[in-house]
């Protein structure tokens, strides 16, 4: 952990103090103009347009690195001796751990959702898409730490970079037709062996880069082509899917219920079968 050196603070107290944290500030102008800013930190350090944006620093500076930050500011982050309050700033919220909160790094401050938007795919993992209405926690995929300093979270070796552990249920459903473990390779960002994309009976079984586009087009997980979704092998070669899949797709191949598209369940015929 990188802590300041309690002398550049002596020196750099001395300065005006001045705080006009604020969601709506973008640009110098809105800024006002008594007291002078003498900053400890540099102009634009509130700003978010602004390069010097404390979030920019952090991130690029400090390898995420905020622990630093109480050696001034106090280890509640209500300010120190600096007298600036991060928690009075009108950005950070104390009950929800301040600038530690979860959703500051993760997620959408207004809504308070943890919720990483560095990559799409998160999103389609976290809330469902078109095809299938499934979620998955950060804790299928992540060790989730208990709070932003829990040793098991930030890592100087990587900084910024997750660490991935697969221990999702649905991703290791098993079918007679199923090759090996589900499994992701950090060095290509790929995910390969997952139930859900195919490792399952006249399925795919497609490695998908989680950075990548267009992974989980028609046709990818099951089929033969993009857009055809009929599966090959043993599966009845007749392209009607509705009229044995029923209630699951309609005529157009539209999935007319997400709930139980890509579940673990296989429908057909009206029934829920998990021995195929
Ligand atoms: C060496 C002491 C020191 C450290 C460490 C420190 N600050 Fe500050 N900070 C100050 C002082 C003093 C002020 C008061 C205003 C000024 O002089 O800029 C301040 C003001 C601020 C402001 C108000 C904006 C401004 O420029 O007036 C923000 C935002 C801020 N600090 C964020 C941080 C963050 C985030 C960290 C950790 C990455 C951090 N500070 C670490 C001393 C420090
Ligand atoms: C100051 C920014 C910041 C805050 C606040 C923060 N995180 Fe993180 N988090 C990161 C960064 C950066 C990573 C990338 C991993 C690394 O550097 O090792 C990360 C990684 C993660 C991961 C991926 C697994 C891992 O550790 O690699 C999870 C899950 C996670 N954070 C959950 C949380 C939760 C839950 C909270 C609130 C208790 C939280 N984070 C608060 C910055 C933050
Ligand atoms: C379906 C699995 C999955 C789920 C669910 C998931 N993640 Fe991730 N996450 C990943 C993968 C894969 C990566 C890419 C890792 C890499 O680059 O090596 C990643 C990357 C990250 C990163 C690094 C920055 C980024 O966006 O690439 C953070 C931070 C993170 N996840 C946090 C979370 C948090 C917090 C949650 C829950 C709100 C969550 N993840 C849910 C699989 C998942
Ligand atoms: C004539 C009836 C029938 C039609 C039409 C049909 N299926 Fe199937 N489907 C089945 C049966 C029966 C199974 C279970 C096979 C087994 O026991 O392994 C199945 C299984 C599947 C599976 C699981 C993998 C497999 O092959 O076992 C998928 C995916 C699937 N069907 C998709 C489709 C799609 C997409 C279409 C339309 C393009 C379609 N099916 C049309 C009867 C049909
Ligand atoms: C992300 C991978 C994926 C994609 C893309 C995908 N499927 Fe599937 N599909 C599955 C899985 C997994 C199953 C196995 C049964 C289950 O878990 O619901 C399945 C099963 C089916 C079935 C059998 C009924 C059922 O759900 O049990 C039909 C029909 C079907 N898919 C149609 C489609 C159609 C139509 C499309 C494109 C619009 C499509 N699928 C795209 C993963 C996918």
Not at 19 to 31: I, M, P, W, Y
Not at 112 to 140: F, M, N, R
Not at 186 to 208: I, Q
Not at 253 to 275: K, M, P, Q, W, Y
Request: net charge negative.
């Amino acid at each position: 952990m990188k802590h300041f050196l309690k002398t550049t603070f002596a020196l750099l107290f001395a300065a005006v103090l001045f705080s006009a944290c604020s969601s709506e500030l973008n640009e110098g102008d809105d800024l006002p103009v008594a007291p002078v800013l003498m900053g400890a930190h540099g102009p634009g350090y509130v700003l978010f347009s602004s390069d010097n944006f404390h979030g920019n620093d952090i991130s690029r500076n400090l390898g995420w690195d905020i622990t630093g930050c109480q050696d001034c500011h106090g280890v509640d982050y209500n300010g120190g001796n600096t007298g600036q309050s991060c928690n009075a700033s009108g950005c950070h919220v104390v009950d929800d751990g301040g600038p530690e909160a979860c959703y500051v790094c993760h997620g959408d401050s207004q809504t308070k959702k943890d919720y990483p938007q560095w990559y799409t795919t998160h999103g389609k993992h976290l809330e469902g898409g078109l095809l299938s209405a499934v979620t998955i926690a950060c804790s299928d995929c992540h060790n989730l730490p208990v709070n932003y300093e829990d040793p098991i979270h930030l890592d100087a070796e990587t900084p910024g970079k997750a660490e991935v552990h697969f221990m999702n249920d649905l991703a290791a459903t098993v079918t007679k037709g199923r090759n090996g473990d589900a499994s992701f390779d950090a060095a290509t960002t790929t995910c390969s062996n997952v139930y859900c994309h195919g490792n399952f009976t006249n399925g795919n079984n497609v490695a998908v880069n989680w950075k990548g586009e267009n992974q989980a087009y028609c046709g990818s997980c099951h089929g033969q082509a993009e857009g055809n979704p009929l599966p090959g092998g043993s599966h009845p070669q007749v392209e009607n899917c509705s009229g044995c899949h029923t209630g699951i797709v309609n005529e157009q191949r539209r999935i007319i219920d997400r709930s139980r598209h890509a579940n673990g369940v296989l429908n057909v015929f009206g029934n829920e079968r998990t021995d195929w």
